[in-house]
């Protein structure tokens, strides 16, 4: 008796193949779930230093006429996890009458040339008005050496004093490479 009532799930077994099998769909799976396959995430911290030394020029935006955008670039001096002694470069394409900010982009060089290329996604840069610091959030874009294909998040804190500022790095990057 028994044999006879495993025979329909005996049936059921054997007519099924993975083209029946139910696939979830990537777009439903939660935002807390994380994939096997994900590359580590390693913590990147980091303090420096830095001032602008490009302000508002026009002409950063060569599919436009020179006087509808405006050029600013910083440079300074960072001591990053992962990275050791780095310099950076900040630059940024502003409307000209300065509502709108785009392209930023924030390329930090360890002292061996590899770089990380962090691309900011809202308005942060030309020094804010007195008594405001920035919270600037950006999203990272990969970079060179073992920076390349890096991924990965984070913010930087900048207080301003005129012209210069002082910044602080807190983020979270893919380890590629040689960093794992």
């Given at each position: 008796?028994?044999?006879?009532?495993?025979?329909?799930?005996?049936?059921?077994?054997?007519?099924?193949d993975?083209?029946?099998v139910?696939?979830?769909?990537?777009?439903?799976?939660p935002?807390?779930?994380?994939?096997?396959?994900?590359?580590?995430?390693i913590?990147?911290?980091?303090?420096?230093?830095?001032?602008?030394?490009?302000?508002?020029?026009p002409?950063?935006?060569?599919?436009?006429?020179?006087?509808?955008?405006?050029?600013?670039?910083?440079?300074g001096e960072?001591?990053?996890?992962?990275?050791?002694?780095?310099?950076?470069?900040?630059?940024?394409?502003?409307?000209?009458?300065?509502?709108?900010?785009?392209?930023?982009?924030?390329t930090?060089?360890?002292?061996?040339?590899?770089?990380?290329?962090?691309l900011?996604?809202?308005?942060?840069?030309?020094?804010?008005p007195?008594?405001?610091?920035?919270?600037?959030?950006f999203?990272?874009?990969?970079?060179?050496g073992?920076?390349?294909g890096?991924?990965?998040?984070?913010?930087?804190?900048?207080?301003?004093?005129?012209?210069?500022f002082?910044?602080?790095?807190?983020?979270?990057?893919?380890?590629?490479?040689?960093?794992?």
């Amino acid at each position: 008796m028994r044999k006879l009532a495993l025979l329909p799930l005996l049936t059921l077994a054997l007519a099924c193949d993975d083209s029946t099998v139910l696939q979830p769909d990537e777009s439903l799976v939660p935002e807390i779930a994380v994939r096997r396959d994900a590359p580590k995430m390693i913590p990147l911290k980091g303090t420096g230093t830095g001032e602008f030394v490009v302000f508002g020029e026009p002409g950063c935006d060569t599919s436009r006429p020179a006087e509808e955008t405006r050029y600013w670039a910083a440079t300074g001096e960072m001591q990053v996890t992962h990275l050791g002694k780095t310099s950076f470069w900040y630059d940024e394409c502003w409307e000209a009458d300065y509502s709108a900010v785009y392209d930023q982009r924030l390329t930090l060089t360890g002292a061996n040339g590899d770089q990380l290329v962090l691309l900011y996604n809202d308005a942060c840069g030309a020094p804010p008005p007195e008594g405001y610091d920035f919270k600037c959030n950006f999203d990272v874009e990969g970079g060179t050496g073992r920076w390349d294909g890096a991924t990965g998040y984070g913010f930087l804190l900048l207080v301003f004093e005129g012209l210069a500022f002082e910044q602080t790095l807190d983020a979270v990057v893919s380890a590629v490479g040689t960093i794992q």
